[in-house]
């Protein structure tokens, strides 16, 4: 007979072996037929953290950094919208990002383009994270996040805050105060900054205060 357990990974569990989780699990008795194979089912929990990224700032590293506090793995899902006008493309968006994230093996980026849920369905995830600054976000991402539960009734979204210091953050503000030759200092990864005045022709600042 071959029984599927679905066991969750636990933290500090490093020696994962089928057998002795169930073992520790109480799962014993169903052990005990000789000849019995078990089927163990690895879950991971992995969450998507979809956006336009146009470009990624610190507040949303500091998302990706505290969901990796939750969870062991983030896919981070760049839209793809050819409707929507962006000052990167996607392939600068998801290359950037990966670059931030290049020493961190639980962080995966991918675009996207359709329903955020298929996305989250095809890659074996039932949470979407989203970051919320102020009480602005809410009324969006809370629309937003009931219609995909419309949509598909198993998959959850977590709203997480970040730290107090980006929560006046957004994409389109850096765009601005870029475009503008102002100092990004602490608003965006370094990585991204140079991106930025790539595309503005605009010199290195400090601010003056
Ligand atoms: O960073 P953004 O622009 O606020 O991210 C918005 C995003 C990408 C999360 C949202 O536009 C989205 O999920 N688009 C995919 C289309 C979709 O699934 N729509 C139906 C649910 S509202």
């Known amino acids: 007979m071959t029984m599927h ?9 490093t020696n994962w072996d089928g057998i002795s989780l169930t073992k ?3 799962f014993d008795t169903k052990l005990n037929n000789p000849g019995e194979r078990v089927h163990c089912v690895y879950m991971i929990k992995k969450a998507v953290y979809p956006g336009s990224f146009d470009p990624i700032t610190n507040g949303h590293v500091d998302i990706i950094r505290r969901g990796l506090e939750i969870f062991d793995e983030i896919l981070v899902a760049v839209l793809e919208n050819p409707k929507k006008e962006s000052l990167f493309s996607t392939k600068e968006r998801v290359d950037m990002i ?4 290049a020493h961190e093996e639980k962080v ?3 675009s996207f383009h359709g329903l955020l849920v298929d996305f989250a369905n095809t890659h074996a995830s039932k949470m979407i994270i989203r970051g919320l600054r102020a009480i602005s976000d809410f009324e969006y ?4 996040a009931l219609m995909n539960r419309k949509l598909d009734p ?3 979204t977590l709203f997480m805050m970040p730290s107090l210091n980006y929560s006046f ?6 765009k601005e105060v870029s475009m503008l030759g102002g100092c990004l200092e602490g608003l965006v990864p370094e990585e991204v900054e140079e991106k930025l005045r790539d595309k503005y022709k605009t010199s290195p600042k400090t601010n003056s205060k």
């Open 108 to 110: 995966e980026v991918n």
């Open 169 to 174: 953050l957004s994409s389109r503000l850096v």
């Open 5 to 13: 357990l679905v066991a969750e990974k636990r933290r500090n569990f």
């Open 154 to 156: 198993e998959i959850e």
């Open 141 to 144: 991402e809370f629309q937003m």
């Open 24 to 26: 520790q699990n109480n």
């Open 98 to 101: 990966q670059e931030i994230f």
